[in-house]
């Protein structure tokens, strides 16, 4: 037995899963998927062949002959679910499941038709990433383990299902259900599979996106990001040419768990990026830009998570620098590297988790999820970039992304290649400390601007009485407010907050960014005035970047944690099932 990735029970050496033929049902009132995969394996076939589940229930498997094939589900592992077994017959490449989805499957959320944005019809979709395509198929639920498929997926009438696959013919079903059909002919890994169901409208943005959202937030949703195809030709001109055939997205209901997901073909956005000024697009540009780092050269396991998220988060930030110039750029990076250091800081020096290589065995990777693989892993591409040269360094990522494309990559890997290409480089920077030693190297790269400096300067000065001109305060941009929030102490006088509010009506604020960066201050602060546009944000959202912040902050302090616990009974059955587990974990303690 060799298992390669310790957050799966997949073994190659047993086979390996290269094609799934998808049958699903879908029935909102038991809120059960009913389904019938099969499966085409490559390599060796036959005896023991693992699988991955999580909460689903077995009805039986059989070769495509009809031949039964005995199944055995262990007793699940909190982490990693049941391991299905199935006994193969000899040579046997073909195989059919039969299987059910549990109600609480953790990548579903079930939406009653209140929580959506018309009211009138329910609402299902899926999150997979990290380990939760599990809960939805049996499959080798490993980011090595690549396949293609084809899906059709049955659902009432009224309602769309859009999938991260292209779409095929859809078909009149009984009873007034309607049949969807997709094909995904790239190949992906488990956790980049996903679907959407519900009362959708779409609108075309370029000759390759479209958006689909709720109709009530059509109109919004295109103006916010009209500029897709813009992005999408910037990305190429970095990575090279866009090898999934179209960039569609969807803006999701509120309740979405993440800011965006880079789904293949079907990117899904939090409706908060809806701030009314396109302030908040960047959010688009960092999912598209996995359409090459993390879609075509995916991490090999959960540890090598920055490979993906570094890669990105890099690429995003030299989009901005395209569209919005070298300033924003650095005031995007001070913002994340600000990000970074309350991560590094929550997680003790030295953690373990500060390294951008990580250990997760035997953990849940939604637990140990934070800002560092992403902004550490920033910093660590944008010194190679900055040590390098950009043109010589921008070779290198092009050549990168076409020699692995279509495969997943372990950090070893990349180092191998790195070093091939551009040798001497990784001793240069000191590579080995940034991948495998906790913390933060001296040689970071530091983004400055003027701008950024006289902002920070006007939060760190507040405890000494500087206070921003209101006027000039009146005209600063999303990212200038961040910026400055982000300097200001944690805490502050009851008659500091007000003033705050009283000038610049942070409450109200529509940029969601600086609403919850204000809102953490203000709970902190034990600002009672602000405490009922907490406990409605605390309603509204279901992204965990503003969710677990301010619960924690809540919970943090004794006059709030009955707030926090309140506010949580009010709303824990709206959320998506990762935050809700997420919230538990901070409110437990
Ligand atoms: N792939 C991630 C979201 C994710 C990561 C989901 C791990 C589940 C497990 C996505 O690309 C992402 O990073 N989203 C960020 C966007 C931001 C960095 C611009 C988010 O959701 O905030
Ligand atoms: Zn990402």
């Not at 970095?238 to 803006?251: E, H, K, N, Q």
């Not at 990076?333 to 990000?339: H, K, Q, Y």
């Not at 999303?478 to 610049?504: G, H, K, M, V, Y």
């Not at 924690?552 to 302090?557: G, T």
């Amino acid at each position: 037995m060799s298992r390669p990735d310790a957050h799966s029970y997949t073994d190659f050496s047993q086979g390996r899963v290269q094609h799934m033929v998808l049958d699903l049902d879908v029935d909102f009132s038991s809120s059960v998927i009913r389904g019938k995969a099969l499966y085409r394996l490559a390599g060796p076939a036959g005896g023991a062949l693992d699988l991955d589940t999580r909460d689903l229930t077995i009805h039986g498997a059989a070769t495509t002959e009809g031949q039964p094939i005995d199944t055995e589900l262990a007793a699940p592992d909190p982490v990693l679910g049941s391991r299905l077994r199935l006994d193969l017959p000899a040579d046997c490449r073909e195989f059919v499941v039969e299987f059910e989805t549990s109600p609480t499957a953790s990548a579903l959320q079930w939406l009653a038709p209140a929580q959506t944005a018309g009211g009138k019809h329910p609402y299902l979709f899926s999150q997979c990433q990290a380990i939760h395509a599990r809960s939805v198929i049996p499959c080798q639920d490993s980011p090595l383990a690549r396949f293609t498929f084809a899906a059709k997926m049955t659902v009432p009438e009224a309602l769309t299902v859009v999938m991260a696959a292209a779409p095929g013919e859809s078909a009149a079903a009984e009873n007034g259900r309607k049949t969807f059909a997709f094909e995904m002919p790239q190949s992906i890994p488990s956790y980049l599979f996903a679907f959407t169901v519900g009362h959708l409208a779409s609108k075309d943005l370029g000759p390759r996106s479209r958006v689909y959202t709720e109709p009530e937030m059509l109109e919004a949703s295109a103006w916010e990001f009209a500029d897709v195809d813009q992005m999408l030709l910037s990305a190429e001109e970095i990575f090279g040419p866009y090898l999934w055939d179209r960039f569609d997205f969807v803006v999701m209901p509120p309740s979405f768990p993440y800011g965006g997901m880079e789904n293949p073909r079907l990117t899904f956005l939090t409706p908060t990026l809806l701030a009314g000024d396109r302030s908040l697009v960047n959010v688009l540009a960092h999912e598209l830009a996995h359409s090459w780092t993390g879609n075509l050269v995916t991490n090999a396991t959960i540890d090598d998570f920055w490979l993906n998220e570094g890669f990105t988060v890099w690429a995003e930030r030299r989009i901005l620098e395209k569209s919005d110039g070298v300033e924003a750029k650095s005031i995007s990076a001070a913002i994340g590297r600000n990000g970074l250091m309350d991560a590094m800081k929550s997680f003790g020096e030295g953690s373990p988790f500060t390294k951008l290589k990580t250990d997760g065995k035997g953990k849940d990777p939604d637990e140990f999820y934070s800002l560092v693989p992403y902004e550490k892993g920033f910093l660590l591409v944008a010194l190679l970039e900055e040590t390098v040269g950009r043109e010589k360094f921008d070779g290198f990522v092009k050549k990168y992304i076409e020699h692995f494309a279509f495969t997943s990559i372990t950090t070893a890997e990349f180092e191998e290649f790195l070093e091939a290409e551009l040798p001497g480089l990784a001793a240069q920077v000191g590579m080995d400390q940034w991948i495998h030693q906790p913390g933060l190297p001296d040689n970071a790269p530091v983004f400055s601007s003027a701008r950024l400096e006289s902002l920070e300067a006007l939060g760190k000065g507040w405890s000494d009485g500087v206070r921003p001109d209101v006027a000039e305060a009146g005209k600063w941009s999303a990212e200038d407010w961040q910026i400055f929030l982000q300097a200001l102490p944690r805490t502050l006088p009851a008659e500091d907050c007000a003033w705050l509010e009283e000038n610049f009506k942070l409450t109200e604020q529509g940029n969601c960014e600086i609403l919850s960066n204000w809102l953490l201050i203000a709970a902190g602060s034990g600002f009672e005035p602000a405490y009922e546009r907490i406990r409605s944000f605390l309603g509204e959202v279901g992204r965990m970047k503003y969710l677990k912040p301010l619960y924690m902050v809540l919970q943090e302090n004794e006059a709030t944690r009955s707030l926090a616990a309140e506010v949580f009974a009010a709303h824990a059955d709206s959320y998506h099932p990762i935050a809700r587990g997420g919230i538990e974990r901070i409110i437990a303690g």
